[in-house]
C-alpha cells in the first residue's frame, strides 16, 4: 500500500476511533509511551494476538502497542510457550512499557481425543509436569502470573471417581512445583458442543477438584461462553465458585464472538464482577463478529458499550 494510501486509511480509521493521526503514526513506531488511552475501562480486558492484525498489522509488538493504545490494560496469549524466546522477552518488554499485564497462556499439550491425567498413569503424569516445569521459565520470562491448564480426555474406562482422584493427584504434584515461583494455574471447564468428551466441564467439578487440591496455586478459569452451553446460569454460578475463581474469559453465545453479538448479557455480568471487587483479567477470548478494520472497530465498540454500567 502507498504511504499516501495508508495514511488516509489511518486518519479515518482514527477518526472513528477517537485518536489524532499523529497517534496512529505513533503506534507505527513503537513509541506508544506518549499516546494518551482512548478508552478507560473498569475491567481487565484482555485481547489476543490476531484481534487487531488490520489496524497495527502483523507484528506483534505493533499489536500490544495498538491494544494499549486502544486502553486495554492486559493481553492474554494461549500460544505463548510456542513463541521465540526472543520474541517472548521483546513482548514482555512492551508490556511493562506500556503498563499491560500478561494473562494465561496454555500450560501443556492437550489431550483432545483421548485420556492422559484421568488415567492416573505415571507417564502421562510425568509428561504433564514436565511441561509445567518449562511452563514456569515462559511466565517468568513474560511477567505472567497465570497458566491455563485442560486435564483433557474423560477414561471412559474408569469411573469418574476415579478419573477425579487421578486428576487431583497430578494437579497436586503441579502446585508443589508452582508454588516455589508463586505462580497459578488455572482449570478451565469446556463445553460438550465445541469440544466433546472432556473430563472437566461444568464450574461445580472445577470447585470440587479446586477444593481437593487444596492450594492457593490451583484455581478456576470461568470461561462466560463456554459455562453458557454448558450449564448457563451464570451469575449465580460465578456467586457459588468465587473464592476458586482467579481469570475469566469471555465470548458471546452463539458464534463465539465480542459481547453484544448474542445471547449474553455481559452489561450485566461486567457489572457484578465489578461489584465483587476482581481485580483480575478478562480474557477476549473469541473472534472478531466482522472482517477487517469495521470489524475490528466492533470489538472495541461492544467493549466500551458493555463497560458502560
Partial sequence: MKRR?????????ASVLGLSISGVNAMHTLDGSAQAKTNNFKLKYAPHIGMFKNHAGKDPIDQLNFMADQGFTAFEDNGMKGRSVALQEKMAQTMSKRNMEMGVFVAHKIYWKEPSL???KEDSRKEFLQQI???????K??????????PGHLDLRKDIGFQTANVVESLKYAT?????????????????YNHPGLFLTKSAQAYEVCKAVDSPFCKILFDIYHQQIEEG??????????EEIAYF????????KEPTTGEINYRNIFKFIHSKGYKGILGMEHGNSNK?????????????????F
Avoid: C
Wanted: no cysteine; net charge negative.
Fill in 133 to 139: 516445569e518449562e511452563s514456569v521459565e515462559v511466565a
Fill in 141 to 150: 520470562r513474560v511477567n505472567a502470573k497465570w497458566m491455563t491448564v485442560v
Fill in 5 to 13: 494510501s495508508f495514511l488516509k486509511k489511518s486518519a479515518a480509521t
Fill in 292 to 308: 477487517g478494520n469495521e470489524g475490528e472497530i466492533a470489538v472495541i465498540e461492544a467493549y466500551k458499550n458493555s463497560d458502560n
Fill in 118 to 120: 484421568t488415567t492416573g
Fill in 249 to 256: 474469559q469471555i465470548g458471546d453465545n452463539p458464534g463465539r
Fill in 176 to 192: 508443589d512445583i508452582l508454588e516455589k515461583h508463586q505462580l497459578i494455574m488455572v482449570l478451565e471447564p469446556l463445553n460438550f
Fill in 233 to 242: 446460569n451464570l451469575i449465580p454460578n460465578i456467586t457459588s465458585a468465587w
